[in-house]
């Protein structure tokens, strides 16, 4: 795979009239700017298990070939690492890390991409007589010795536990958890950084990206809703958050995020770009708010950590079954691992996180038990038809 052999899909808005582009910072990934001197950067992720590597170099080249930008793969091991070593040896891609747990193979992914993600939320696991901070200026220095950008990359569905004083206000948990984190890079005299303050609400989306921008408007912004599900409803969110935020000048790149089959997994790309350029074309299709008041489906995008290959199909078999209870407001999460499955489900009616080889199923916050992959899916419709009744739906 050849960096001059695709397209160039690279979306160029930073001249065009309508919209003005909050001046940042530039971020700099190898050749790419993020921020305001940049194009609006296209991302994705590799959905395939990390060490199988000719389904992960194929997935790489399908998402390079339809224009994304910088590619994402998910590193939790060593094996993992060395995974890597063979991919980057067969691809040009732009290449990002999600590191998790994992803070310390930061130096041992370096000289294989261009950026790091971490996530404030799990910088708590490993090794926890050692302050965040150390942490931080770790990931910090490897970046530095290797010339690599990093993403301060804040989810909702996995909070940063310290930030507890805020409990119940995930918007003020997400800020203060990367305004802390700004302030160790900035500390260290680190400015290669983009943030990203990701929910699987777009609501939530518009409203702390919107504060974020205005706090700290030389900062690049990294756009997202997570998990936000499957096609239709995947993109009606997306576009209420990304339409907003980028029709204001806010959003220097941006992912997607659709549980798709790993063969479609580029539509993400190619529903990145359409909502872009008919931002830009003032073409609008969301509304101003989220305001659903029937059924709400979050399901995740998958990654290489998704825990049983059946998940894709299992979020698809959710989808059909809860098609009879589209007007009840109830919200039903379906994740793929155990990584954001916890969380994000604790705020859900009813959540599915999976495991290797049974699904966890729970209400709210509570575990109603562990059911195999065959039998989730009738077991969940009665918790349903259950939570109706209750609730005189
Ligand atoms: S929940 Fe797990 S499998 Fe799904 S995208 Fe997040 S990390 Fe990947």
Request: hydrophobic letters at 40%; a neutral charge; one cysteine or more.
């Amino acid at each position: 795979m050849n960096d001059n052999s695709r397209p160039s899909l690279l979306t160029t808005v930073s001249d065009t009239p309508r919209i003005r582009r909050r001046k940042t910072r530039s971020v700099k990934v190898r050749d790419l700017i993020i921020g305001s001197e940049g194009p609006i950067s296209v991302q994705s992720m590799c959905a395939t298990k990390t060490q199988d590597l000719a389904a992960t170099t194929r997935q790489i080249l399908l998402l390079w070939e339809n224009g994304a930008d910088i590619i994402r793969i998910a590193i939790d091991s060593r094996r993992d690492v060395e995974a890597l070593a063979e991919i980057r040896k067969q691809t040009d891609a732009r290449l990002v890390v999600d590191l998790q747990e994992s803070y310390k193979l930061a130096k041992a992914v370096a000289p294989f991409v261009q950026k790091i993600r971490y996530n404030p939320g799990h910088l708590y696991h490993h090794e926890k007589d050692t302050p965040v901070r150390e942490k931080v200026k770790y990931i910090v220095n490897v970046a530095r010795e290797h010339d690599l950008a990093l993403r301060i990359g804040v989810n909702f569905g996995s909070l940063d536990p310290a930030q507890a004083e805020h409990e119940g206000d995930p918007i003020e948990v997400a800020l203060t958890s990367a305004k802390e984190h700004i302030g160790y890079l900035e500390d260290l005299g680190f400015t290669n950084y983009v943030v990203s303050l990701k929910s699987s609400d777009p609501n939530d989306v518009l409203e702390i990206n919107s504060r974020f921008a205005e706090l700290y408007p030389e900062i690049p912004l990294h756009l997202g809703v997570t998990e936000a599900g499957m096609l239709p409803m995947g993109e009606v969110k997306t576009r209420v958050a990304f339409e907003n935020l980028l029709a204001r000048g806010i959003g220097d790149t941006l992912r997607v995020s659709l549980t798709l089959p790993h063969a479609e997994k580029h539509q993400e790309v190619l529903l990145a770009k359409k909502i872009i350029s008919d931002v830009y074309a003032g073409r609008f299709r969301s509304v101003p708010r989220f305001e659903h008041d029937g059924l709400n489906i979050i399901s995740c995008p998958s990654c290489s950590r998704v825990e049983n290959e059946a998940f894709v199909e299992l979020a698809q078999k959710v989808k059909e079954m809860t098609h009879e209870f589209a007007a009840k407001k109830l919200t039903i999460a379906v994740m793929g691992c155990r990584v954001n499955g916890p969380g994000e489900t604790d705020d859900a009616d009813l959540g599915l996180w999976c495991a290797p080889s049974h699904v966890n199923l729970k209400k709210g916050s509570a575990l109603l038990g562990q059911f195999s992959y065959d039998e989730i899916v009738p077991i969940l419709r009665r918790e349903m038809e259950k939570l109706v009744s209750e609730r005189g739906l």
